[in-house]
Nanobody, 115 residues
Framework: QVQLVESGGGLVQTGGSLRLSCAASRSIFRINAMAWYRQAPGKQRELVARITSDDRTDYADSVKGRFTISRDNARNTVWLQMNSLKPEDTAVYYC?????????WGQGTQVTISS
């Protein structure tokens, strides 16, 4: 098992930046993939970005060029750098880890972008 704790959310203006962190309770070195999802009010949870154990990344079209996912195996941490934020990025952001067919989730962190 792995516990995930997100941090770094908050309220920023349109065009601003935030960096979300996801701290894992164990080594992420052999975790198959880690990802960030988000869920806005009244909408389904959607994949924002994903990074594999060999550092391959993919992004939702809506965030390409603005968001960057990265991982630090030594710190057991995954980050999501979010730039040029828009009001439509407002959501609860969740960190997820995929390990041997199971998935684990953090509690989420609120990101609010004011117009």
């Amino acid at each position: 098992q792995v516990q995930l704790v997100e941090s770094g959310g908050g309220l920023v203006q349109t065009g601003g930046s935030l960096r979300l962190s996801c701290a894992a309770s164990r080594s992420i070195f052999r975790i198959n993939a880690m990802a960030w999802y988000r869920q806005a009010p009244g909408k389904q949870r959607e994949l924002v970005a994903r990074i594999t154990s060999d550092d391959r990344t993919d992004y939702a079209d809506s965030v390409k060029g603005r968001f960057t996912i990265s991982r630090d195996n030594a710190r057991n941490t995954v980050w999501l750098q979010m730039n040029s934020l828009k009001p439509e990025d407002t959501a609860v952001y969740y960190c997820a880890a995929y390990v041997a067919g199971d998935d684990y989730w953090g509690q989420g962190t609120q990101v609010t972008i004011s117009s």
